[in-house]
């Protein structure tokens, strides 16, 4: 086998994988290639989604997957129902009501979507007081808990979740401190908000935090998992 291919193939693998620390399969009829690299021993020790669609439209890839497609049939596999799909770290955001009544919606998505990350769920939804208090239960103990949660629910929110490479803590800065007088210039809290009570934007603090509240927002199904084409100039090592 030339050690090029090789070499090529497990490069691309590699960047793919460093930017997907937990990797996953999953079936579905929409989606991108996937590719094994090849050891030099012959043996197949790992598989890469190669962010292209199978019908090939990846230029950035194309070279290795037509060096892999020349490898002996054995040597390589290209799954098109199962692959390996990239699971990127995910984060739950929250517009306010205090946001969406001032029309700041497009505004605040749009950060988020100019930055390079990715919207996999979105809805309007007034939440009740009691879910209000669920999502903010690890403040009951503060004397604004009883205000926020009325607050909170007082009219339609716009919940969501965003995808990306290290999306949790650069959601966190996108945001801005809690306290808009102490958020800095160009964040969303900073840009648009004044207030504590009224700061327009929710969003997880932390890996357990993104994970309990995508779960009490989200039903599993209402989140899409899908390849945006403006992956492969977002992400890869060089
Ligand atoms: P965070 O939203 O930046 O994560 P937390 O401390 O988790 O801030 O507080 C949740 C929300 O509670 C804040 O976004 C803000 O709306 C509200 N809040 C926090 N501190 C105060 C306060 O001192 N007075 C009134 N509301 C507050
Ligand atoms: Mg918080």
Same mark, same amino acid.
């Given at each position: ?40 021993? *012959?043996? %197949?020790?790992?598989?890469? !989604?190669? +962010?292209? $669609?199978?019908?090939?439209?990846? #230029?950035?890839? /194309? ?39 001032? *029309?700041? %919606?497009?505004?605040?998505? !749009?950060? +988020?979507? $100019?930055?390079?990350?990715?919207? #996999?769920?979105? /809805? ?39 995808? *990306? ?74």
């Amino acid at each position: 086998m030339s050690s090029q291919i090789y070499r090529s193939a497990s490069k691309a693998a590699r960047s793919l994988l460093s930017s997907a620390k937990n990797a996953r399969f999953f079936s579905e009829g929409r989606t991108i290639g996937a590719a094994a690299a090849v050891s030099a021993s *012959g043996k %197949i020790p790992l598989y890469a !989604s190669n +962010f292209v $669609r199978s019908s090939g439209s990846g #230029v950035a890839s /194309k070279s290795w997957i037509t060096g892999l497609l020349a490898l002996p049939a054995a040597a390589y596999m290209i799954q098109d129902q199962e692959v390996l799909a990239a699971e990127m770290e995910r984060t739950f955001i929250a517009i306010k009501p205090d946001g969406v009544q001032r *029309g700041l %919606i497009s505004e605040i998505v !749009s950060r +988020f979507e $100019r930055k390079g990350f990715k919207l #996999v769920g979105i /809805k309007v939804i007034v939440p009740s007081k009691d879910f209000a208090q669920k999502h903010y239960h690890d403040l009951k103990e503060r004397p604004f808990f009883n205000g926020l949660c009325d607050f909170l629910s007082s009219g339609p929110v716009i919940a969501m979740v965003w995808e *990306g490479e290290g999306v949790i803590r650069y959601g966190r800065k996108l945001i801005g401190a809690t306290d808009p007088q102490k958020s800095e210039p160009g964040t969303i809290r900073g840009d648009l908000a004044v207030t504590v009570g009224r700061n327009i934007i929710h969003g997880s603090d932390g890996p357990e935090t993104a994970k309990d509240e995508i779960n009490l927002w989200f039903k599993p199904q209402e989140l899409v998992s899908y390849t945006n084409n403006s992956e492969k100039w977002l992400y890869g090592d060089n």
